[in-house]
């Protein structure tokens, strides 16, 4: 059955009810959605609702969810709870919502509000929990995209995005030169290759800033020129799924925007649903914690509480809900008055590594061995080399020098400043400089 072709009749009747009222709330939205995401619900007559439901009337004797308790507390390894001590056991035994811990959920959607000016007066989703990026990727992914479907994104981009959207969905990937011949970032090429597909019904754009590889995040008047580009598209008749992963939110060091870019695009036209994809892993530091978030654009609280159902009925049959603990403890994060001065002591040193690599790579000394793509932002630069295939440069720079790289197609190598000291760059420098000679 192809995507036009859902015949509702077929569908749960939650689903039914959920599609409905998505398409009285915004029908583009409605069209957006993937067969998976029309067919897939959230039962609130199901085990949720009858554990809600005892928890409301049936304080005495509540014989519902699947977890233990002993004198009304949560059962627990006391082992595991001593070094949790400073936390009441609910906060770390019990199971999280589905949708996330309800005032972790409150604290990042007014962080959000607070860090993207462009976001003033607009309505959106209520930010919903995620075990990380990945699994908000793949979220949106579910609900949005089908066999078939175009996905746009830079030729300079994450390996994964190609994994979750065209291995697993089955989707075709479209992509625009990043930067032009000059080194400078590509507008042009991405409104042109958005045109290219005026008559397609819907298109997927995936956007990611600060970018991984290059590290970089667009300037003020490039980033007007990717909203303009996808609301002219817009405009045309196309609907547009527009994804920002914004996994390294905040850590902008020179020139560029210091927000999303989903604050131009939400709201911004009926036929544009715009995505936000974060979370706490580069923003807050807390790597292993897995604690992301997926926030959508929406033109109505109604239609909030519809994509929350789609989203839940995704959750529910997957993983069923996130980790208690992690939510917990960057929800003790985001509480705290010494936050603010922690992570801008964090930022400033890696501020500082990247003001080191501008300097040492701006000298000249080393362009007869690489040009180095524009970065201002993130974790990494990005090196085209010369006269060198890129993963020979990597397994020799490896073998010989001891430095570790990643090599993205023949002629590039992406290299995470993030991991080194600011006073060994110079010598990471030098070794990738020597490396790639040998190699010439």
């Not at 990494?380 to 020799?396: E, L, N, Q, S, W």
């Amino acid at each position: 059955m192809t995507e036009k072709q859902t015949d509702e009749s077929e569908l749960n009747a939650v689903a039914v009810k959920i599609n409905s009222g998505i398409k009285h709330e915004n029908p583009y939205v409605y069209d957006m959605l993937s067969t998976y995401g029309r067919e897939v619900y959230f039962s609130k007559d199901g085990n949720v609702k009858q554990i809600a439901d005892a928890k409301k009337y049936s304080e005495e004797f509540n014989a519902t969810s699947g977890f233990a308790t002993e004198h009304g507390q949560p059962m627990y390894l006391p082992l595991l709870a001593e070094t949790l001590s400073t936390y009441d056991p609910a906060d770390i035994f019990l199971y999280s919502s589905t949708l996330g811990t309800p005032e972790l959920r409150d604290k990042w959607q007014e962080k959000m509000y607070i860090e993207n000016p462009s976001l003033t007066g607009k309505k959106i989703s209520k930010p919903i929990a995620t075990i990380g990026l990945t699994h908000g990727l793949n979220l949106a992914a579910n609900l949005f995209v089908d066999e078939g479907d175009t996905y746009i994104l830079p030729d300079k981009q994450w390996e994964n995005y190609k994994m979750i959207f065209s291995e697993t969905k089955k989707a075709h990937m479209i992509t625009y030169p990043m930067y032009d011949n000059d080194f400078k970032f590509n507008t042009s090429a991405f409104r042109e290759t958005l045109l290219s597909q005026r008559d397609k019904k819907k298109i997927i754009i995936i956007l990611n800033f600060p970018n991984n590889p290059t590290g970089y995040t667009p300037l003020a008047h490039e980033a007007d020129e990717l909203a303009a580009a996808i609301k002219e598209v817009a405009d045309i008749g196309v609907n547009v799924v527009v994804i920002s992963d914004d996994a390294y939110f905040g850590l902008f060091y020179k020139d560029s925007i210091t927000e999303s870019l989903f604050g131009r695009l939400a709201n911004i036209h009926p036929r544009v649903l715009a995505i936000k994809v974060d979370g706490a892993t580069k923003e807050e530091y807390t790597w292993g914690f897995r604690v992301g978030f997926l926030t959508f654009g929406i033109n109505s609280d109604a239609m909030n509480t519809y994509l929350e159902e789609k989203v839940m009925g995704v959750i529910r049959t997957t993983i069923s809900n996130g980790p208690t603990p992690s939510q917990t403890f960057i929800l003790h994060a985001l509480k705290s008055p010494e936050l603010a001065k922690q992570k801008a002591d964090k930022y400033e040193i890696m501020h500082q590594r990247a003001n080191k690599i501008d300097t040492i790579l701006s000298s000249g000394k080393y362009d007869d061995a690489w040009d180095l793509y524009p970065f201002n932002s993130g974790y990494f630069f990005a090196i085209k080399v010369k006269g060198v295939d890129a993963d020979t440069a990597r397994i020799h720079l490896l073998q010989k020098y001891h430095v570790g790289t990643i090599a993205l197609g023949n002629t590039d190598l992406r290299v995470a400043f993030s991991r080194v000291d600011i006073e060994h760059l110079e010598e990471l420098i030098k070794r990738l400089y020597e490396g790639i000679k040998d190699l010439q």
